[in-house]
């Protein structure tokens, strides 16, 4: 649908896409409504599903306007035309395009492609390997779009949707009396349906970490059909590794901690079990790093001085004041130093004062409600009723580990509030269910675990 230049930058939507797109949307909508209808009176909480995918469309849909027309360009519209060209090659030239795709991005294989048949994908997306993955992932999306920008991540976006109702089945078999609240916590996130709805990084690792955590429920926790749930875990956890290591680092040690709750509750000294779960927390630290070491290249010294280089990149003047500075760090012990206010960075900020344009404002507003709702939950609940249903309940105290390690990742690594608002939203579903179900036991305080027949 979009003319093939040589370096071409895609500057508007055609109006091809404008008539395509209701076609599009119908055929979501009735697909998406047909599995509602099939599964809702086995499971009623398929009720939120079509709205779900309504919302996920119109989150795409905006998406494409605001970077379009708003931003003019970004990361978004090089992926789309560094994945036009692949296609193309694919469509022209088969041979090369398999030599291309299963090989890493050199100068050698990106002279395969031309600026007449193919045009060529952008030179820092097809040498990067991270942004390479995302490239070749979107290739059938391009397929069925007929490489239209709009229609391939309305597309992107639809399919990224069954990872996040994967989480939000996970949490609903767990805490059934709360099904509404989480819809809202996982479902209708206002920043998560638009940042996890485009074309970015972000979309793919959201919905691989969501599938991640569901294939981790159904494999280890509740033990069915586990040969199945252990190749989706592998494969989810590979996306993951294969675009933000740094998500499956701080997934891992909760895993660990779920995985071995049941077993850590055998025990039958209070103490000694109340002991073993800080204990086996700080292990797993270890353990997810041996894990990571052995697949992958993957060195926390590497990690901490990546992150404070791209902290300082961030605050170039370029970014017209969208940056702020939690201080500066090149060790691991002064990133360390830095924990509390780049956990508060990654989970809170931008505040709403903080904001210079509508998209900060917007996430500025939706800060501010999480950080009230998190302080009245705190205040009104005790210390130590806080700490007995976060360790009776390992799919919380999994969360809450994700969440805050994560915050306090992205927190370190991300001066800018334009990238923080996009990289937070890998965590912002756990972090907001997590006080849901805080928010319910404190509401019933005589409740601090979960009745089996909740279960």
Known sequence: MNEIKNYGYLENLSLAEYFAFPIYIIIIVLISYYIQFKNAKKNPVYKYYTRGVILKVIGAFAFCLVYIFGYKGGDTISYFESARALTNLLIHRPDDFIKVFFEKGSIENYYLFDGRTTGYPWMQMFIEPKSYFLVKLLVPFMFLSFQSYMLSTILLSWASFAGIWRLFLVFTDVYRKTNFHLSISILFIPSVIFWGSGMLKDTVTLSASCWFIYSLYNAFIIKQKRLKFLFLFFISGYVIFAIKPYILFALLPGV??????????????????????????????????????????????????????????????????????????????????????????????????????????????????????????????????????????????????????????????TSNFGALVRFKIACLPEFLSTLVILNYFMRNRTVTKMNESDI
């Open 256 to 413: 660990f901690i779920w995985v071995a709750y049941n077993r850590i509750m055998k025990i039958k000294s209070n103490f000694l079990k109340y002991s073993a779960i800080p204990l086996v927390y700080v292990a797993s630290f270890g353990g997810g790093y041996l894990v990571l070491d052995t697949i992958g290249d993957f060195d926390v010294n590497n990690l901490v001085n990546e992150a404070s280089v791209k902290q300082a990149d961030l605050k170039r003047a370029e970014y017209k004041g969208n940056s702020f500075d939690i201080g500066s760090y090149k060790t691991f012990d002064e990133a360390l130093s830095l924990a509390p206010s780049a956990i508060i960075a990654g989970l809170y900020r931008p505040y709403i004062w903080e904001s210079k344009n509508m998209v900060m404002f917007l996430s500025g507003t939706e800060n501010l409600l999480y950080l009230g709702l998190t302080i009245f939950i705190l205040s009104r609940i005790r210390f130590l009723r806080l700490f007995k249903i976060l360790f009776d309940n390992p799919l919380i105290l999994f969360c809450l580990s994700y969440s805050l390690l994560f915050a306090l990742i992205i927190g370190l690594s």
